[in-house]
């Protein structure tokens, strides 16, 4: 159906005395996205555009795709995007926020560009306090390349290239790589969230609002991640992944605020939990 044809029955449909209880925000272009059904980039995605719309700032903003799942990003927000080499993007992102130091700048990243190939940047970006914004989608795997182990691929789990479960003694120890970066001096809010219910959706869209609010305020660096599941990367329908992501990621990545204008938050030991494995072995 084409777009005028939806604006014709939604009008057709508020003579009718309906009432509009959702409106697509018009950061995101139509361009139907690729992400496999069930993914959570999509709803990552759309709590990002939310809230560059509601802040006002779609004028201001300027994206950093990377390589991986989302390395199309660009083609689905209706802002100043860059594509960045391959784990580059907190390096790129750098040089725009310090040329334009009055825009937004926000990277969108996965386990295998942040916390792999990217490491260095990431961390030196967050150490720093470069004032951007950094979105991190921690799926476990390498989604777009075939379902490969990742840095924060679980102890015990099956991907491509571990396929009798990852080893500690071969392929060494997940990364909690938010954990580490919240200890560096430079990040000023550091939080984990998911998007696999309504409930956490709201509270994945709170956070993502207020890293870039504190873009705004030039408080420095803001990182959150997001836990999603990887479906096809799995072998399992998107309900079962959801499931699976809260009986065997959350426990090892637990969900919550780790660091809060600059702070340690007080009940969250980040040195156990960046250390301490394995919490929970996949069988």
Same mark, same amino acid.
């Given at each position: ?9 939604? =009008? ?64 689905? &927000? ?57 979105? &991190? ?34 392929? /060494? ?12 001096? /430079? ?5 984990? =969230? ?90």
């Amino acid at each position: 159906m084409a777009n005028t044809d939806i604006e014709a029955r939604k =009008q057709e449909l508020l003579n009718q005395g309906y009432t509009e209880v959702y409106t697509r925000t018009k950061v995101l272009t139509d361009a139907v996205m690729h992400y496999c059904p069930g993914c959570g980039h999509g709803t990552t995605h759309r709590l990002v555009a939310e809230v560059i719309d509601e802040m006002g700032i779609q004028d201001q903003v300027v994206g950093v795709s990377p390589v991986g799942c989302s390395v199309l990003a660009y083609n689905y &927000f209706d802002v100043d995007f860059q594509e960045a080499a391959h784990g580059r993007a907190p390096a790129l992102a750098t040089a725009i926020k310090r040329l334009n130091p009055d825009t937004f700048v926000f990277t969108y990243q996965g386990d295998g560009d942040l916390a792999a190939i990217g490491t260095a940047e990431t961390i030196h970006a967050c150490n720093r306090g470069e004032n951007i914004t950094m979105i &991190f989608v921690n799926n476990g795997i390498y989604g777009m390349t075939g379902g490969q182990m990742a840095p924060t691929t679980l102890i015990g789990m099956k991907s491509a290239t571990t396929p009798y479960g990852r080893r500690v003694d071969l392929n /060494g120890y997940p990364l909690r790589i938010t954990e580490l970066i919240s200890t560096l001096p /430079g990040t000023y809010y550091v939080t984990r =969230q998911s998007v696999q219910t309504p409930a956490a959706v709201r509270k994945a869209k709170a956070a993502i609002r207020k890293a870039f609010e504190n873009q705004k305020l030039k408080k420095g660096l803001s990182f959150v991640e997001i836990l999603s599941n990887c479906n096809s990367g799995w072998k399992m329908t998107p309900v079962q992944a959801n499931k699976w992501m809260e009986d065997n990621m959350m426990p090892n990545y637990p969900v919550g605020d780790i660091k809060v204008d600059g702070k340690l938050v007080d009940n969250v030991d980040v040195a156990r939990l960046a250390v301490d494995h394995p919490l929970t072995v996949m069988q």
